[in-house]
């Protein structure tokens, strides 16, 4: 019989630093995970507060279906810290067990298939009414002018919030998510923090101001009136806490998958074509962007007293951080893992929603935003390129994303008048 | 009267997370319930075998489980 070895050794032994802030490009970062998954598919990194790094689809899925039993989600962040500066845990995406079983309970039934396809037609009306709004000109701000403001004007109708406030929203949501690009990390840290306070005031007022209006048919009024957890409607805190994880996952999220895939799909242009060759092809095309494109990253902390993760076990308290793309391009699954192929047989289910507990709650939503996006992009743009000389950049972090994606385009008519 | 033997698709409610994989994959199987979550159909049985393993193998929880029965 062995003892257990002391955790700085075993640390020790698996010592491999990982940056998940690090200014790579989505490209190079992934590059640099598929190195990891072939020599140390775990390891641990000893940057910042130090974290356990899982590379391969086996282990990160295996870890995530645990959740509730031998892993918890608290906290999400790789070193421990809140990048909402509270100190309790976030609902619903840090709360396990019964109490987050009652969250997914108000939440599911809000963004199930059935509760989502009746905007589908207001979906379309606005994905179009952005296309007009620059398909004369024959280029765009993609992410500023579609991948944005789609998806963002979605969240803002069914949240039942002015539409007026979506750009400055959106604005807070992405500093409060990726920070600021300042001169000195200290200003960096200070415009971040400012973005919190400004946001959460903003979200304060609503509730405040919700909380006195009549009821409106809207997932804000059902969150005050309707929900209930405990048997207590919820409080201010509760209301805030969901809204804000809400809103920060439905706008961040779908807009990186729009800019990533238009920026893949410029790489491959006959792969737009493709995409609609037929209609069986466009939903498997779009779960096979969705691998591609995956944005999030998450944490898991060991509850038991030890989990194996791959060859190593790790004792209690130990956190194992993981971007969901390592999973999604793992090469025991996907074969030319970073190649788009559209008909791949049998594929592997990709990670982007994540799994077990805590699945993305709008992942319906999500999927009947991209199929709408493409749909209506391709019937208005049959072909696009990059602006040579205005290329994107990516952000890492805890949600990846693509900025300055200008496409130019043969100019086409508008549909709605100015 | 046919004695070849038919599928019998379970899926446990316990794994579901509601992916919504199942339905979109085989429609004729599978049907959301209010909260998004994959229920069997009636018409489970007969539906063609290569679309159940579809659905199966697609299910991101390892919740569907397919196996063959000889009717009683």
């Known amino acids: 019989m062995t003892s257990a070895p002391d955790l700085s050794e075993l640390r020790d032994s698996y010592r ?290 030890s989990a194996v993760v791959g060859e190593v076990t790790l004792p209690k308290g130990e956190r194992v951080h993981f971007p969901i793309g390592a999973a999604n391009r793992d090469p025991a699954y996907y074969p030319n893992p970073d190649e788009p192929v559209f008909d791949r047989e049998h594929p592997k289910p990709h990670l982007s929603f994540g799994l077990g507990p805590h699945r993305c709650v709008g992942s319906h939503l999500a999927q009947i935003e991209l199929q709408i996006a493409f749909e209506e992009l391709h019937r208005r743009i049959p072909t696009f390129a990059l602006d040579p000389d205005n290329p994107p950049h990516d952000h890492l972090g805890l949600v990846w994303g693509t900025e300055n994606v200008h496409l130019v385009f043969p100019p086409g008519q508008r549909e709605t008048a100015e | 009267m046919t004695t070849s033997p038919s599928p019998v698709v379970v899926l446990d409610r316990s794994l579901c997370t509601g992916h919504g994989l199942c339905y979109a994959t085989a429609p004729e199987a599978f049907e959301p319930d209010d909260r998004g979550y994959g229920v069997v159909t009636a018409r489970a049985a007969e539906t063609d075998a290569a679309e159940l393993d579809a659905a199966a193998s697609g299910c991101p929880e390892q919740a569907i489980t397919i196996r063959m029965e000889n009717p009683a």
């Open chain 1, 16 to 305: 491999r630093d990982y940056d998940p802030y690090s200014t790579a490009s989505i490209a190079d970062h992934l590059a640099e995970l598929a190195e990891r998954r072939q020599k140390c598919p775990v390891s641990y990194s000893a940057r910042g507060n130090g974290c356990w790094v899982a590379t391969t689809y086996d282990d990160i899925s295996s870890v995530l279906r645990r959740n509730n039993s031998g892993f918890v989600s608290y906290p999400l962040d790789p070193d421990a810290a809140n990048p909402q500066g509270k100190k309790d845990k976030m609902i619903p995406i840090e709360l396990d067990g019964a109490l987050h079983r009652q969250y997914r309970e108000i939440l599911e039934p809000l963004f199930s298939p059935k509760a989502i396809r009746p905007l589908e037609p207001e979906l379309r009306a606005a994905a179009n009414r952005m296309i007009d709004g620059f398909i004369e000109r024959g280029r765009c701000d993609f992410v500023r002018e579609f991948a944005m403001p789609f998806p963002g004007a979605t969240m803002m109708t069914i949240m039942g919030w002015p539409m007026a406030d979506l750009e400055m929203l959106s604005g807070l949501a992405s500093a409060v998510l990726h920070g600021v690009v300042a001169p000195t990390p200290e200003e960096a840290m200070a415009a971040r923090l400012d973005a919190q306070v400004q946001l959460g005031g903003w979200l304060h007022a609503l509730i405040a101001e919700r909380r006195e209006a009549p009821p409106r048919n809207d997932l804000t009024s059902h969150l005050i009136d309707e929900a209930q957890v405990d048997g207590q409607n919820l409080d201010n805190d509760q209301l805030f806490d969901l809204l804000l994880n809400m809103l920060l996952a439905g706008l961040d999220t779908v807009q990186s998958v729009l800019a990533q895939c238009m920026v893949i799909l410029a790489a491959h242009p006959e792969k737009w074509t493709e995409m609609f060759a037929d209609p069986a092809t466009l939903k498997p095309a779009i779960q096979e962007l969705l691998r591609l494109t995956g944005p999030t990253a998450l944490t898991r902390t060991v509850d038991d007293e």
